[in-house]
T-cell receptor
Framework: GQQVMQIPQYQHVQEGEDFTTYCNSS?????IQWYKQRPGGHPVFLIQ?????EVKKQKRLTFQFGEAKKNSSLHITATQTTDVGTYFC?????????????FGTGTRLLVSP | DTGVSQDPRHKITKRGQNVTFRCDPI?????LYWYRQTLGQGPEFLTY????????KSRLLSDRFSAERPKGSFSTLEIQRTEQGDSAMYLC?????????????????FGSGTRLTVV
């Protein structure tokens, strides 16, 4: 299938430590999105990456799109307990209009105070 | 209009019964998607609409599943003769189609979902 793999599946960190999740695809991605899902909640859109090598920042979150557009990463600096949740990458369709998204397997983050 | 609304939030049904879920998307969004999510997994695509047209349907969707978006606004997802394997969170999302533009803050808006339990 066209599944997008994410590693690690789960990570438990102490508050203040950094965290990174990686998203890998066997095929070239036209674009990728990242979502956060809090426990018991629904996915919430974080960002979209389109260009090869693109790096975008949102406060403590840094998103990267690989040069070959086959992988992406999300890095959180100095985690806080509010960062707890599952982070999903999702690959979009051929056009930027996004006919549909295929979600990755997710990385569950637990942050201890 | 504050977001995507789904109704009901929870549904418990007996195996073999039919269930119907409703989704009200963000009014200016022309695309509407249904996803299914089971515990510990990412959302799985089921189907999507652009306006009232159903443009794609996943092979995961058996004949027992049907979705409609009659006037290009709200949508319903019906599951006939429910099975225990249908137990999951059913998520609806909406978005706008943008062709030929690179938009940096463009994504799906999900509803809170309908949690279905088939007993």
């Amino acid at each position: 299938g066209q599944q997008v793999m994410q590693i690690p599946q789960y990570q438990h960190v102490q508050e203040g430590e950094d965290f990174t999740t990686y998203c890998n695809s066997s095929t070239t991605l036209s674009n990728i999105q990242w979502y956060k899902q809090r426990p018991g909640g629904h996915p919430v859109f974080l960002i979209q990456l389109v260009k090869s090598g693109e790096v975008k920042k949102q406060k403590r979150l840094t998103f990267q799109f690989g040069e070959a557009k086959k992988n992406s990463s999300l890095h959180i600096t100095a985690t806080q307990t509010t960062d707890v949740g599952t982070y999903f990458c999702a690959k979009g369709g051929r056009n930027t209009g996004f006919q549909k998204l295929v979600f990755g397997t997710g990385t569950r983050l637990l942050v201890s105070p | 209009d504050t977001g995507v609304s789904q109704d009901p939030r929870h549904k418990i049904t007996k195996r073999g019964q039919n269930v119907t879920f409703r989704c009200d998307p963000i009014s200016e969004h022309n695309r509407l998607y249904w996803y299914r999510q089971t515990l510990g997994q990412g959302p799985e695509f089921l189907t999507y609409f652009q306006n009232e047209a159903q443009l794609e349907k996943s092979r995961l969707l058996s004949d027992r599943f049907s979705a409609e978006r009659p006037k290009g606004s709200f949508s319903t997802l019906e599951i006939q003769r429910t099975e225990q394997g249908d137990s999951a969170m059913y998520l609806c999302a909406s978005s706008n189609s943008i062709i030929g533009r690179l938009v940096s803050n463009y994504g799906y808006t999900f509803g809170s979902g309908t949690r279905l339990t088939v007993v």
